[in-house]
């Protein structure tokens, strides 16, 4: 029974080579049919040798599992594939799909009818077999006689009609294209998130690598949302529909999203109110937010605006939402205000979505007759009288400035906004001048007038770049006003240099494009990329 089993394979393996297996057309690739054959030679070999046989113990030779021998098949056939990064089924997947494999979703495929002869067929973490053609699989199945090695019964590693279980359905087809993705990546998880295509009602091509030579996986409809996990400002790294690719940013679109948050208490004192909640921004939670809060009427009325941050720490609010431990707010506001008043909260977005109203309440304010004259502490807080009044607004005092709000308060540790430009006052409450300054790990530059400064700025003979929240960016690439520019780990902008010896930058800081560079020795193309061996 055993000898006819082996001839059965032996008659399969013969048709397999010569062509004969060939079917339907493939879906986006073609899988490249020399390393194809090479897994399928091996694997019939294999297959029709009793020495080899099933086991989850000794499982990269001579026996095999379900998904060693698939992944040793497509090794040996020379294939980029390392066996210590993949190991399983529940890894194959995100292994395959950056080293020559493009995934197809059981959704394109259906049946038989559209698996092409290479094709492995994948129910992610339980089992996988390999697409011999006409209808057959060949895979290690089940160890029949254990603990003894090799095949005992001649089915433990072998040829079998193509089947679907519904109890453990194939999750779709991981299928060779030879495109690999680079090793050499400079993507950044700080590209991650929802996206929108955005093609004007064509559709966004999904590709097996980072550029346009790499082979089409799938195309994606315009307006249709996607995963983003990183990117570079040029290329994506897309989940979409059961699909695995790489797409131009250029057609992507950011999906932001408000703030969310809520308020735990606010109670009236004197001269003074309490708020406390929590807030955060998941376009950004390493950022804290602002809280507006406006005594006497909502935001628009005329009323003034108290600002305050959500830094607070707050565990509970990190337990639910993993977003980190400071994202709380509570702060006591003094105000003229008295008597009856209600208080309504804001929290202010930081991405391109929308404010929210976090809520209102009303509450009884008492009266403050205490009256004195230059600096006064209560309360915790600080003042500055002067002829009997509280300072409010920028004062400047011993040569030094400082502010204090609407209520007369000192401002500490934050920042504050006046006539559309941001100023720093430091824990003493003096406004910082000319100078760096670190704040939760980010770098800000304040000058001589204590501006924060944006955008390009030339420190000290070094070009750096500041976004519109005034940090300072570093080691990533930008993209303004048409043109690519690179800035190192220190945030200086980098010149007359090669970029990870792909892209080239130029004297002025620009990305060289369509063009020859480093005194004319190299060619870039249109995307920036260097083109090995071109000559003029």
């Known amino acids: 029974m055993r000898n006819r089993f082996k001839k059965i394979i032996s008659t399969v393996l013969a048709l397999v080579l010569s062509g004969t297996m060939l079917i339907s057309a493939p879906i986006s690739v073609r899988a490249d049919s020399s390393i194809v054959d090479k897994a399928i030679t091996w694997a019939m070999k294999i297959a029709n040798d009793n020495s080899h046989g099933y086991s989850q113990v000794n499982r990269w030779g001579p026996d095999y599992d379900c998904s060693s021998f698939i992944i040793q098949a497509f090794k040996n056939a020379g294939a980029d594939i390392d066996t210590s990064k993949v190991s399983y089924t529940g890894n194959m997947r995100s292994y395959f799909t950056t080293h020559g494999f493009i995934w197809i979703p059981w959704s394109q495929i259906g049946d038989k009818s559209k698996l092409i002869r290479g094709d492995i067929l994948l129910c992610e973490g339980v089992h996988t077999e390999l697409y011999i053609g006409n209808g057959q699989l060949v895979g290690a199945h089940t160890d029949y006689g254990y603990p003894q090695p090799g095949d005992q019964t001649g089915k433990e590693i072998s040829v079998t009609s193509y089947y679907y279980s519904s109890s453990q359905p194939w999750g779709g087809v991981l299928r060779y294209s030879g495109n690999v993705a680079s090793n050499s990546c400079d993507c950044s998880t700080s590209y991650a998130g929802t996206y929108v295509v955005n093609t004007d009602d064509s559709s966004l091509i999904m590709r097996s690598g980072h550029g346009t030579g790499y082979s089409i996986i799938t195309t ?20 979409w529909n059961g699909y695995s690719g790489y797409c131009s940013m250029e057609y992507l679109k950011k999906k932001y999203n408000n703030p969310k948050g809520t308020i735990d208490s606010i109670s009236g004192g004197v001269g003074s109110v309490d708020v406390r909640g929590w807030a955060f921004d998941s376009d950004d939670i390493s950022t804290s937010i602002y809280i507006d809060v406006y005594i006497g009427g909502p935001a628009g009325s005329g009323v003034p605006c108290h600002t305050i941050v959500a830094n607070g720490y707050r565990p509970d609010v990190n337990k639910v939402y993993s977003v980190g431990d400071n994202h709380g707010y509570s702060e006591k506001i003094y105000t003229d205000y008295t008597g009856l008043q209600s208080v309504y909260v804001y929290a202010i977005n930081i991405g391109g979505g929308e404010n929210v109203f976090l809520g209102t309440k009303q509450v009884n304010i008492e009266e403050n007759t205490e009256i004195t004259d230059g600096w006064h502490e209560e309360s915790g807080s600080k003042y500055y009288y002067e002829n009997g009044n509280k300072i409010t607004g920028w004062k400047n005092i011993d040569n030094k400035w400082y502010y204090f709000d609407l209520n007369g308060v000192m401002k500490t540790s934050k920042w504050l906004k006046t006539s559309n430009k941001w100023y720093y006052v430091d824990g003493s409450g003096v406004m910082q001048t000319a100078k760096w300054l670190k704040l939760n790990d980010k770098w800000y530059y304040v000058d001589g007038n204590g501006v924060m400064q944006t955008g390009w700025q030339k420190l000290s003979n070094k070009w750096y770049y500041f976004n519109t929240s005034g940090v300072m960016q570093s080691s ?26 792909t892209y080239y930058v130029k004297a002025d800081g620009t990305m060289a494009v369509s063009e020859w560079v480093d005194n004319g020795k190299y060619y870039v193309d249109a995307d920036g990329k260097w083109v090995k061996g071109a000559k003029k």
Do not use: F, Q, R
């Open 220 to 239: 994606i409809p315009e307006a249709t949302e996607v995963k983003v996990t990183k990117g570079n400002g040029s290329w994506a790294h897309v989940e």
């Open 476 to 501: 990533k690439w930008l993209y303004i006003n048409n043109k690519w520019y690179h800035l190192d780990a220190n945030g200086v902008m980098e010149t007359s240099k090669w970029i990870s010896g």
